[in-house]
């Protein structure tokens, strides 16, 4: 079923100024509010990659979290302000970190995957890209200090990584959720939570390019994704209790609600992690027809 039809580095001399202006929300002072607009056509989705990928550390499992975006749209910056805060933390856990790795995409070297196999599944953040080549990943302002010495929760209320709205990485490409299902997006972080039982809670705010040029932030304030990797911080989904996907909101759909009754699955079509009586009421409302435009 488709459902999208610590310190900071030195940045280069010559990019301080790019940077500011692409990044305005980690300023003191706010931007104009004409420059930009808001959109809820932006959320996010997890891939569950693989359970115990790293050997002799207890129970984990590795999420790529990505950005859903329409078609032709970008993310050029994941940040926090004031407003919205940048927050990814492990609930029951700690993130994994690999002494060859880094906070962000641009210090995988796959090169070394050879030597510390288990680099492959750091803990980072990113625009696109899994490791450092073809990579332009910047950052500002964000204190990776205790993300990186002990795995704990990433936040920042002024800071931001980002790339130029130039670099292709932040282009939308085609990918599959936990659930199997298919949209476009473009991958901001690679997450492996150590725990037996753990998941993932932040929120965040992400900044891109529509598919006209213009500029636009989604404030995603509270997303939570679970064991299984089901999140509920989708965008808003035409059709969306078309559970079995064949246009058609009925019984068959209503029979998927049941037979996940209360597990939180990817049947949870009201995506608050629960497959209960509100989605029951969600079928029931869409009955018949349903198309997606």
Same mark, same amino acid.
């Given at each position: ?54 050997? $002799?550390?207890? +129970?984990?499992?590795? #999420?790529? !979290? ?24 492990? !609930? ?6 690999? *002494? ?14 050879? %030597? ?17 080549? $073809?990579?332009? %990943? ?29 670099? *292709?990485?932040?282009? @939308?490409?085609?990918?599959?959720? @936990? ?7 473009? %991958? ?27 500029? #636009?932030?989604?404030?995603?304030? $509270?997303? *939570?994704?679970?064991? $299984? ?9 035409? &059709?969306?209790?078309? !559970? *079995? ?20 699955? &990817?049947?949870? !079509? ?10 029951? #009421? %969600? ?5 018949? +027809? &349903?198309?997606?435009?």
């Amino acid at each position: 079923m488709d459902w999208l039809g610590g310190d900071t580095p030195v940045m280069r001399p010559a990019l301080i100024s790019t940077a500011a202006a692409l990044c305005p929300f980690v300023l003191a002072q706010p931007a104009p509010a004409s420059w930009f607009f808001t959109t809820s056509e932006v959320g996010l989705a997890a891939e569950l990659v693989g359970t115990d990928l790293v050997p $002799d550390i207890g +129970s984990n499992r590795t #999420y790529r !979290i990505w950005a859903v975006t329409p078609d032709n749209w970008r993310i050029d910056a994941i940040a926090g302000n004031g407003s919205v805060g940048m927050r990814f933390e492990a !609930i029951g856990g700690t993130f994994y970190q690999n *002494s060859f790795g880094g906070p962000t995409s641009s210090a995988i070297n796959s090169g070394f995957f050879t %030597l510390a196999p288990s680099l492959e599944w750091d803990s980072f953040l990113t625009i696109g890209r899994l490791t450092a080549t $073809d990579n332009e %990943l910047l950052d500002l302002g964000i204190d990776w200090a205790a993300f990186e010495a002990s795995g704990s929760a990433l936040e920042t209320t002024n800071g931001s990584v980002f790339i130029l709205p130039t670099d *292709s990485q932040g282009d @939308s490409v085609p990918f599959s959720d @936990s659930c199997g299902r298919t949209g476009k997006g473009v %991958l901001i972080a690679q997450l492996t939570v150590v725990g037996e039982g753990a998941t993932l809670e932040g929120s965040v705010l992400l900044q891109g390019g529509d598919d006209f040029g213009q500029t #636009y932030q989604a404030l995603i304030t $509270d997303f *939570s994704i679970d064991q $299984d990797g089901v999140s509920n911080a989708l965008p808003e989904v035409v &059709c969306a209790a078309d !559970i *079995s996907g064949d246009n058609e909101v009925d019984i068959f759909d209503l029979l998927h609600v049941l037979e996940h009754w209360y597990d939180g699955s &990817c049947e949870d !079509i009201t995506r608050d992690l629960v497959v209960g009586i509100d989605d029951i #009421y %969600l079928v029931i409302d869409s009955w018949g +027809s &349903c198309v997606a435009e």
